[in-house]
């Protein structure tokens, strides 16, 4: 709560009142809703190319380009999440970061999101945070990175990478797609006068429909 209420006036300090706008009306009332997505590693897939050549690694300290000052990145570091990769051309420059979290992460990913992903379990891990620098986009970078990144969890034990993406993002709907993954859950977040709640539920197949019409 204490944390909140100094992130609020940090806001007012800098005159974001469209953002404090936003975040109050958000959670008087409203609903988002995402699709779970899911790439099973031990099913034979031939991961997508870009249009530049891409090479993956681990975050180094040099990498500012991907970390500016907004308070989410700045928690996000904090939270010290493993492992943080990142998508280099062939002259070293970054172009694209996502973060891969195995089970072994669990408490800081609930710290972190506070409920907004399901507890993994042994062999799942979970993809989030992808960011593509803006002078690399429409180069294909996305999905090719992010199923590059989703085979590193080989190293970490698991069978089913996870990852979560708004149901109206097509953009990213379909980059996931092409990286291989699919849907089997839907999340719904929702907010009424300040509280929260967030479910889990199974596919239906007005869902199944709604993914396959808008990835198509």
Known sequence: MANNV???????????????FNGIKKRVLSKNEAYGLRRDLT?????????????????EKGDNTFFSSDNFNIGILSAK????????DDGGT????????AS????????????????????????????????????RVMPAAMALIAEKGHKLGARYILTFVDINN??????????????YTLRTEKWFLFNRT???????????????????
């Open 170 to 183: 097509i953009p990213s709907l379909k980059g996931c797609k092409r990286s291989g993954f699919s849907p």
């Open 94 to 101: 970054p172009c694209y970061r996502q973060w891969l979290m």
């Open 104 to 139: 072994g992460e669990n408490s800081k990913i609930e710290r972190f999101w506070k409920g907004l992903f399901p507890i993994l379990k042994s062999d799942e891990a979970l993809l989030e945070n992808a960011f593509t620098i803006p002078d690399f986009r429409g180069k």
């Open 81 to 88: 999440l493993q492992t943080c990769y990142i998508a280099t």
């Open 43 to 59: 099913q034979p897939f031939e991961n997508p190319k870009a249009l530049i050549q891409i090479h993956i690694r681990p975050v």
């Open 198 to 216: 967030i479910t889990f539920s199974e596919l239906t197949q007005e869902n199944a429909n709604h993914f396959i019409q808008q990835t198509s």
């Open 6 to 20: 100094f992130k609020l006036l940090k806001h007012l300090k800098k005159g974001n009142f469209i953002f404090i």
